[in-house]
Nanobody, 126 residues
Framework: QVQLVESGGGLVQAGGSLRLSCAAS????????MGWFRQDAGKERAFVSA????????DDADSVKGRFTMSRDTAENTVYLQMNSLKPEDTAVYYC???????????????????WGQGTQVTVSS
């Protein structure tokens, strides 16, 4: 079992940047595929970005390609989401998740994930 705690959310102006962190405890992040999802009020939770358990490949939603970058630090047992050129439509609660499904094609599917953090709010003002 793994526990996930997100941090780094906040209020930022459009065009600004934030870096979200997801600290894991209980198990090493290198034994999971890790993902970021987001959910805005009244909308379904949506895939943002993921990294394979090997750490050598990432997948990003089309809406964030070129702006968001996911990475991990195995020494810190933490994954990150660097968010640049933020837009008001990026406003949402961002969730970190862990999966034992090692198929790359399944990383974008929230049903693949077993463990979830509590979420961190990101608000982008126009």
């Amino acid at each position: 079992q793994v526990q996930l705690v997100e941090s780094g959310g906040g209020l930022v102006q459009a065009g600004g940047s934030l870096r979200l962190s997801c600290a894991a405890s209980g198990r090493a992040v290198s034994t999971f595929g890790m993902g970021w999802f987001r959910q805005d009020a009244g909308k379904e939770r949506a895939f943002v970005s993921a990294i394979t358990w090997t750490g050598d490949a990432t997948d990003d939603a089309d809406s964030v390609k070129g702006r968001f970058t996911m990475s991990r630090d195995t020494a810190e047992n933490t994954v990150y989401l660097q968010m640049n050129s933020l837009k008001p439509e990026d406003t949402a609660v961002y969730y970190c998740a862990a999966t034992k499904d090692f198929y790359y094609s399944n990383l974008a599917k929230q049903q693949s994930y077993t463990y979830w953090g509590q979420g961190t709010q990101v608000t982008v003002s126009s």
